[in-house]
């Protein structure tokens, strides 16, 4: 486990492009083209959480917000910090942030497949809303997950 003082969760800025180009390389193994991102970061709606251990970005988070819903895009850590309760605090940074905001609702989709997100998502109050079926390439269906911010309410410990 880190201590505090070893790590921060900073919203990213145009500079902070190529750091995320690497995260989605090493965390997702595609990339996003540096114009999109721009796009995406100089537009009010995104927001990008960026993970920084002591003098290195290993994760992030990526939603857009729109009429007091969220939808998550991204979320991730760098493999060899996996299992470290670093995903977890992604999680809860952007759970507070939403808070803060005072977001209704937010949504996002997971493979099926992925056991191990699912229960992540659950522990922290999402529900399965649905399915998307042959969202992901291959043909594997997407589970569409929510958490309702009025009917749960994530508290800092």
């Known amino acids: 486990m880190y201590t505090q003082s070893e790590y921060q969760i900073i ?11 690497v995260l ?10 540096k114009s999109e991102l721009e796009s995406q970061l100089n537009n009010p709606l995104f927001y990008f ?7 290195s970005f290993i994760g ?19 493999e060899k910090f996996r299992g470290q309760g670093l995903g977890d605090l ?4 952007l759970l507070n942030e939403l808070e803060k905001l005072h977001i209704r609702k937010v949504f996002l989709d997971v493979k099926s497949t992925n056991v191990i997100a699912i229960k992540f998502y659950e522990k922290y109050g999402f529900k399965r809303l649905g399915i998307r079926s042959s969202y992901y390439n291959m043909g ?16 800092k410990k």
């Open 11 to 21: 919203k990213a800025t145009l500079k902070n492009i190529p750091d995320i180009c």
């Open 24 to 33: 989605e390389r090493t965390i997702f193994t595609k990339e996003l083209q």
């Open 49 to 55: 959480g960026l993970l920084k251990l002591r003098e």
């Open 60 to 78: 992030y988070y990526q939603m857009v917000i729109i009429e007091g819903e969220a939808e998550l895009y991204q979320i991730g850590v760098e």
């Open 90 to 93: 992604l999680i809860k940074h």
């Open 140 to 155: 594997e269906d997407a589970l569409i997950l929510e958490r309702d911010f009025n009917g749960v309410v994530y508290k």
